[in-house]
């Protein structure tokens, strides 16, 4: 019985691998709670540490500089995360980026952004990481994000990609070439506006699936998430949270437990699509209660229940009193 | 058997009386679908027409000039609308507003606020107004809303007031004293942070429920609406619309709709309330479609029932899904 299990597990692994393309940085950020100075950020490391409580085969691609703190990236491996897609760049520095929060949190200036090691960032996928099912693309230059995708020999499961503003003004040609490729775009509402030309979001979720991604998700910040699928909508409220101390990596932690998710379940049908913004708001939520990791790494299986709970209850109602007029 | 039916339906009528008071405007309005010159606006008109389609004993509070068109009233009393409460002053204009939305249409300035008749509203509420159980108090001077309150010879079974941030600025004392006696109050994010003093909105309503009101509704517009109650919560989303032509209008069709749908079941619980936010933003939904009162005079049991259907699937997913931790 035992043995039957163990081989379960082994199969279920094989199934749910991630792989995660991003960046592995530091950051300044000022928010009206306070400030914090180069403390560990990127993408690459909250969507893994996110998706690293549903699944435990996480290929990471990402780049740092000889400054980046060993112990990181001992923490991540221990949670199950391949770093063999890590470059470390011998006597250069790791991306830094510095921003400051308004004091209604929603908006944010950014101070300084050094690429640094990330202009030389040019990802070759280790042979073990190219049959991995589920792939989040953390928001990068869509070349970098096209090239990861075009290394891999065969089409995979599921393509997240993630990317924002900037690079619609810049590379708008490089993008639509990657949203080709893409099975779920996350972007805000107004990014979804400018991508679609469309000022309703309904209108601009047709025209973005024609460009390539069958689910659109908006986040919306404190307000949630919004997914689109062929005409079907769903809506993920935003659970109001005691003290927002610091929003950074909210979006990417969401990315990670929205993939992690459905790599553990591996149904990635518009039915468990919903359920996946749930748990990639429940990490999101827990994100912005701390600065930098400092929450996202220290979670119990018990508060993340008790936090999806909670997540349910703010959107149940009783159906059966519909359809009542006058 | 039909005589029994017939009396507790009189029995139910008597206990659903809705007594709403706020303005009744002519508005001109500029959006980035069209502009509309003069149509009929005003809060009591959108509450009182949203309200109509769940409870047919609506007692209205407003006051007009002779510039109103008297086939506006006529479609409101056929409509159930009592309007021995409105006070029709020869020889003056009606309340008048203007204003322009932006491209995003979350944003508008007033370009003309012309009070006319509204300077002289000292409201006088009839003697058949008296009983009323259910009470809407339109966004108006705290001190008017306040004078409606004590008319009232016994407490009534609920009290929702709107307001707005202008009256924080000029009348917060006023306002104070009005919220001791109102059982839910709804207003924006921001306005619920300019009244608390607080950022985060949990904590904003603990600080609002100790003014009085025991239900705080935050209105997020396009976003959704959020209920407080107690430490308790519920997220109502904001239902993606085709084409919002018009917002004017939108949180007094909201309003209308919660209330007459608490009429109509006669049911206060934070569990009947939740399903009220449904309602609410159902009717807002319809609102903002058209200009002035286009849409919302003209709805069918049966689209409001489809509407209604499609804010039920926007929130529900699959709950048995969650507690999958690894």
């Known amino acids: 019985m035992r043995g039957f299990f163990i081989f379960t597990l082994i199969i279920e692994l094989n199934d749910m691998s991630i792989l995660t393309v991003g960046t592995m940085a530091f950051d300044s950020i000022e928010t009206p709670y306070g400030s914090v100075n180069k403390v560990i950020g990127g993408a690459c490391t909250y969507i893994s540490w996110a998706a690293s409580y549903w699944c435990s085969e996480i290929n990471l691609v990402s780049i740092i500089g000889d400054d980046f703190p060993e112990d990181e990236i001992r923490s991540l ?138 689910y659109l998700i908006i986040k919306k910040g404190e307000h949630g998430a919004l997914l689109f699928h062929n005409g079907l909508m769903f809506f993920a409220p935003g659970l109001p949270i005691a003290e927002v101390i610091d929003p950074t990596g909210a979006g990417d932690s969401f990315a990670g437990g929205l993939i992690g998710y459905l790599a553990r379940t591996d149904d990635i049908s518009f039915n468990n699509m919903k359920t996946a913004l749930i748990y990639g708001s429940t990490m999101a939520s827990f994100c912005v209660e701390n600065f930098s990791l400092n929450k996202l790494k220290n979670l119990s299986q018990e508060e993340i229940y008790i936090r999806l709970e909670q997540f349910k209850d703010l959107s149940s109602f009783d159906e059966n009193q519909l359809g009542l007029a006058n």
Do not use: C
């Not at 209604?104 to 991995?132: C, E, G, I, Q, W």
């Not at 990317?163 to 972007?187: F, G, P, Q, S």
């Open 77 to 214: 491996q221990q949670r199950g995360v391949s770093t063999d897609g890590l470059v470390r760049m011998k006597g250069k520095k790791s991306f830094y980026w510095s921003g400051k929060y308004h004091n209604d949190m929603n908006m944010r200036d950014t101070l300084v952004t050094d690429l640094n090691v990330l202009a030389d960032f040019n990802p070759v996928l280790p042979k073990s990481y190219l049959h991995s099912k589920y792939i989040m693309l953390g928001n990068l230059t869509p070349s970098i994000q096209l090239s990861v995708l075009n290394q891999l020999p065969i089409k995979p499961k599921l393509v997240v990609l993630d990317t924002m503003n900037y690079w619609m003004d810049t590379a708008l040609d490089e993008l639509y070439l990657v949203l080709r490729k893409v099975d779920v775009l996350t972007i805000n509402d107004e990014e979804a506006r400018q991508l679609s030309g469309e000022r309703s979001l309904l209108k601009a979720a047709q025209k973005i699936h024609s460009f390539g991604p069958r």
